[in-house]
């Protein structure tokens, strides 16, 4: 399964951006998809998941209610929808897809098989 992230820029606090992750590969809805980010300085973090379904989604609390994840299967594309942006938003942000995760680890890096190169959200406050 290859990923590409895209989506990311440059956008003023309070600001909104959509990410991208468009797969090719595999057969997506088989895959659970995920988005971490990594800030300057600090390890990688999760943000948000979405089963194959996409009928259940996980955040971390620092983004809930903010963001929203979403997949669209016929597209084979993940979404991450980010609302009332905050500079603490910084960080490059990577979509992630596994299979066969359980619900307990969707929060989990290392249960992720694939990831997407990067793209770089930045938040001026």
């Known amino acids: 399964v290859q990923l590409q992230a895209s989506g990311g820029g440059l956008v003023q606090a309070g600001g909104s951006l959509r990410l991208s992750c468009a797969a090719s590969?595999?057969?997506?809805?088989?895959?659970?998809m995920g988005w971490f980010r990594q800030a300057p300085g600090k390890e990688r973090e999760f943000v948000a998941a979405?089963?194959?379904?996409?009928?259940?989604?996980f955040y971390a609390d620092s983004v809930k209610g903010r963001f929203t994840i979403s997949r669209d299967n016929a597209r084979t594309t993940a979404y991450l929808q980010m609302n009332s942006l905050k500079a603490e938003d910084t960080a490059v942000y990577y979509c992630?897809?596994?299979?066969?995760?359980?619900?307990?680890?969707?929060?989990?890096?290392?249960?992720?098989?694939?990831w997407g190169q990067g793209t770089q959200v930045t938040v001026s406050s």
């Open positions: 590969g595999g057969t997506f809805r088989n895959y659970a």
């Open positions: 979405i089963r194959g379904s996409g009928g259940s989604t």
């Open positions: 992630a897809a596994g299979a066969g995760i359980i619900l307990s680890q969707m929060r989990v890096q290392n249960a992720y098989d694939y």
